[in-house]
DNA sequence: AATATAATTGAGAATGATTATCAATCACAT
DNA sequence: ATGTGATTGATAATCATTCTCAATTATATT
């Protein structure tokens, strides 16, 4: 099993791009991060690593950790979107609390054949699903 | 049962809003509207029917549509926020062709009973649950 | 190691959807 | 008919994201 640089490196390969400094700091930063995170908290935590990349490579750089596989796009909150590590983790799904912004993450099984269940009866082929749950978690529903 | 545009009204006068010819004109509009549409579709569709509505208007329009249970957000599409008619239809999920863009609704029985059973799992109350299944269509997988 | 070449970068301008501002207008209760 | 606060249109502002372009860099080849 690959290391998610590894990874990375072995898909900027075979699409001939190059491994550069910028990407090598970018990757290393997302190895670091634990939840969910969007361009700009890419680019902090860059800045809080005394690296310089700027926001456009961010911005740049996204599409290629999506394509390599690494990441993907889970969901948009208050005009943002947010993206999350995959590689290596077991497809999940959403609950979020619309009161305090907290992500719970689920897997069920059922999802995932009832995914399947609707796509061969509309002879749809599938490349992602995203079920996101809003509403309010335990804490929030007390007030 | 209530027509829209009475929704509309009996809403906005328990929110102590007024019921615009703006609002009216939009509402009117709203019905005609048999697919998934964006704020500018709303826009255009006034013009086409001689209405001089602002944008601006239409934008301020909106979340007064959605608190009100007639419309919601569906899904994000090509940066664009789509919406859809909920008043009097039953709660549905959807399919999109990331190709040509169709979009396929569908109700599944169990995709609510999950739901259901993961946020009494979570202790989460859900106000809301989104389904999206990106894919091709029939047609579009022959190519 | 030097060279060639195409990819990549940073800085800042551009974009595009959405939101805010504000003076003029309007809906509606009295 | 009047008063008051809500609403509107026009347009400026915002904010995330994308584009532009000259300067720089990674990598294959000599």
Redesign the interface.
């Known amino acids: 099993m690959a290391t998610y640089k590894e990874k990375f490196k072995i898909f900027l390969k075979e699409k001939d791009l190059k491994y550069t400094i910028e990407r090598k700091e970018i990757i290393e930063v997302i190895i670091k991060l634990q939840n969910h995170f969007d361009a700009d908290e890419i680019y902090q935590q860059l800045r809080k690593h005394q690296s310089n990349v700027s926001l456009a490579t961010v911005y740049r750089t996204i599409p290629l950790l999506i394509d390599s596989g690494l990441i993907m796009e889970t969901l948009?909150f208050k005009e943002k979107v947010l993206y999350e590590k995959i590689y290596n983790r077991k497809h999940h799904d959403h609950?979020i609390?619309?009161n305090c912004g907290e992500i719970?993450e689920?897997y069920?099984e059922?999802?995932e054949k009832?995914?399947n269940r609707?796509?061969q009866?509309?002879?749809?082929?599938?490349?992602?699903?995203?079920?996101?749950?809003?509403?309010?978690?335990?804490k929030c529903?007390k007030k």
Do not use: N, P, S, W
């Open positions: 948009h609950l609390c619309v719970i689920f069920d059922d999802v009832m995914q609707i796509c009866a509309h002879q749809f082929v599938a490349t992602e699903h995203r079920l996101g749950i809003k509403g309010y978690c335990k529903q």
